[in-house]
């Protein structure tokens, strides 16, 4: 508030009737109003005309299905480039064009989701019991890496910037992990998402090779199982351990093995 | 590539406030189908700002990127609309400075504005000019306060204060004495 307009009661009576004033400014209006007709007069006709636009103009809703539209237009605009554009069946629908496509895709995904992430579980339960520790971790750990494939993104935060990644995970899991890209190495850095390894959150950290992602899982020590660094070798996936202050980080992925101690080393190098 | 999670904000953080976005942008646009187009523009930039909404207003958010959208849309189809901003801002500190806030004798009375109907007081909010309508429309019609006001069109609260008298001001004289002359 200038000060010009500070002490004109035409302006005040306004602050007044909108309880905008504070008590010192409100006294004086109200010593105003008292002396004053016109003043007086003025603030009926200010809140006569606040009551005529309550009544005559109730809130307004957003017509029936804009908020449909929105999102219809919002996903138009949204890049599924790993697993949605497969699904979408556009020779099915030749008049409905590019805008239906993207809801079958996703729709086909989530079916594809659940049968996946339902006949995976239930395969763990059954097999669990004959696992060492470390073989359950690793079949845990490709299951969140296959689960994230078949998924609409395999990110949930979609960045590679790593200011924008690592505070994504405050709050969802115990402690935020190291977070660096490794573009220039060849890995960029796609995003982050939390996988649950054995009933405990993880912050997991998506990278990618030319077409392959790489999950880069970080389990708190004390939740992981004791293993030595290895690679092993799981349904055509390989599973790269190492241990590296104080945390024990599990990578899965589809690239050759070579790529991963690459990704490794640089991932080591870059953090460490 | 956008995360999952961004959907989720949105739908909590924009969507509860979808109504008062369609809202003030039928009130600036003049009409609903423009209004529409300026609301999912809108939602469109919302959605790829929702990481840098820091979780206070989400509905004072929301109208401020709504009016963004609406002044971008204006400026495209309405420039005339926009030119005068500045040369009434220049009015109102000259009416400002020779006192002319002060309330004058030929007002109407308050019985006489609360006859006006709905189409009057439409209309009449419609013919303010831009800066005093937004004013006007998001306090009396959509009850933000004067410091939510300030931040969504980034004026001093002063500035909010004195355009809302004047907008009120025009409304008073315009549904007052326009109808008893007819």
């Given amino acids: ?272 | 590539m956008v995360a999952n999670d961004d959907y989720a904000r949105f739908r909590t953080v924009v969507l509860p406030h979808l109504g008062d976005a369609y809202a003030l942008a039928r009130w600036l646009t003049g009409n609903t189908t423009d209004a529409e187009d300026v609301v999912q523009e809108a939602c469109l930039r919302a959605f790829r700002g929702i990481g840098g909404f820091t979780g206070v207003n989400a509905r004072a958010w929301v109208l401020t990127i709504t009016r963004h959208a609406a002044f971008t849309w204006l400026g495209k189809n309405r420039s005339s609309a926009l030119m005068m901003v500045d040369d009434l801002e220049e009015l109102e500190r000259r009416e400002l400075s020779q006192g002319a806030a002060m309330p004058g004798q030929e007002t109407p009375e308050a019985a006489l504005i609360a006859k006006a109907d709905a189409a009057r007081l439409e209309a009449a909010i419609a013919q303010l000019p831009l800066p005093f309508r937004e004013a006007l429309v998001l306090r009396d019609v959509q009850g933000l306060d004067y410091r939510e006001i300030a931040q969504v069109t980034k004026v001093p609260i002063g500035t909010v204060m004195s355009r809302l008298a004047r907008a009120r001001r025009r409304l008073m004289t315009d549904i007052g004495t326009d109808e008893s002359r007819t």
């Fill in chain 1, 1 to 272: 508030m200038t000060s010009a307009t500070k002490n004109d009661p035409a302006l005040l009576i306004h602050a007044y009737v909108d309880g905008e004033l504070d008590p010192a400014h409100a006294l004086e209006v109200e010593r105003a109003l008292a002396g004053d007709p016109a003043l007086a007069a003025e603030r009926e006709r200010i809140e006569t005309l606040q009551r005529l636009i309550r009544e005559r103009l109730p809130p307004m809703a957003a017509p029936p299905g804009l908020a449909r539209r929105i999102e219809a237009a919002i996903a138009g605009t949204t890049e599924r480039p790993f697993f949605a554009r497969p699904f979408s069946l556009p020779w099915l629908f030749p008049g409905a064009g590019v805008r239906r496509a993207p809801s079958w895709g996703a729709l086909a995904a989530s079916v594809m989701l659940a049968l996946i992430v339902g006949s995976s579980s239930t395969w763990l339960t059954l097999r669990q019991g004959q696992l060492t520790p470390a073989e359950a971790t690793a079949d845990m750990v490709l299951a969140s890496h296959i689960r994230a494939l078949k998924a609409p993104q395999p990110a949930d935060v979609a960045s590679s910037d790593n200011h924008t990644v690592k505070p994504w995970f405050n709050g969802r899991v115990s402690e935020a992990p190291r977070v660096v890209d490794l573009g220039n190495e060849g890995f960029p850095l796609i995003g982050g998402r939390v996988d649950v390894i054995g009933r405990v959150p993880v912050p997991t950290l998506v990278y990618r090779r030319r077409q392959h992602l790489i999950s880069l899982m970080a389990l708190p020590n004390d939740q992981a199982p004791a293993v030595t660094s290895a690679l092993r070798s799981i349904a055509g996936y390989n599973i790269l351990t190492w241990r590296q202050n104080g945390t024990l980080y599990w990578a899965v992925s589809d690239v050759a093995p070579p790529d991963l101690d690459a990704f490794a080393k640089a991932f080591r190098a870059a953090s460490g």
